[in-house]
Each structure stands twice: as structure tokens, then as C-alpha cells.
């Protein structure tokens, strides 16, 4: 899956969650449709970050997906450059 399709199923936690569980079960990576070759994550105190490797080996991707305090806006996504997101959810 490359990066764009992760960033637009990443609506919430709580979709990361399934990415993080899926991430390391290839049965359910296959029950969902999902390839997730190249990627990995990271626990985070506020959140999960992602990581996509290229064919190459390149992390190309880093897509940081964090909590902000309820009635912040619903969810808001910043593309920093350099190949880094930033993605602020309220849920």
C-alpha cells in the first residue's frame, strides 16, 4: 500500500490500530486487501508513527498520526515536505 491509500484510511486511532495490528499479521493483512510490505511503525507516547520503505530500502514516508484535545478540529493533515505527514485527530 503505498503512502496516499495508508493517509486516506487513516481516519482516526483507531484505523491506526488496525494498520499497527495488521502490520504484523499477514492473515489479516490478506482478510482486508491489504499489502503492507515496506511498512512499520512506532509507538508513541501522543500517537503512532509510520514508516514506508521503497523497493530500494529508502524511507520515502513518515506519516505521524497523534491525538489533540477534544474540540480541536475533527482531523486536519499537514504535509511538512520531505516525504514527512503529520495527522491530527480529536478521536
Request: net charge negative; hydrophobic share 45%.
Amino acid at each position: 500500500m503505498k503512502p496516499d491509500d495508508l493517509l486516506a484510511r487513516m481516519r482516526n486511532l483507531a484505523a491506526a490500530a488496525d494498520f499497527v495490528e495488521a502490520i504484523d499479521d499477514r492473515d489479516l493483512q490478506r482478510l482486508n486487501g491489504w499489502d503492507l510490505s515496506g511498512w512499520s511503525y512506532e509507538m508513541v507516547p501522543w500517537g503512532v508513527r509510520f514508516r514506508y520503505q521503497d523497493h530500494a530500502g529508502e524511507a520515502t514516508e513518515v506519516l505521524v498520526l497523534a491525538s489533540i484535545p477534544q474540540g480541536a478540529a475533527q482531523r486536519a493533515s499537514l504535509r511538512t515536505g520531505a516525504g514527512l505527514r503529520v495527522v491530527l485527530t480529536a478521536n
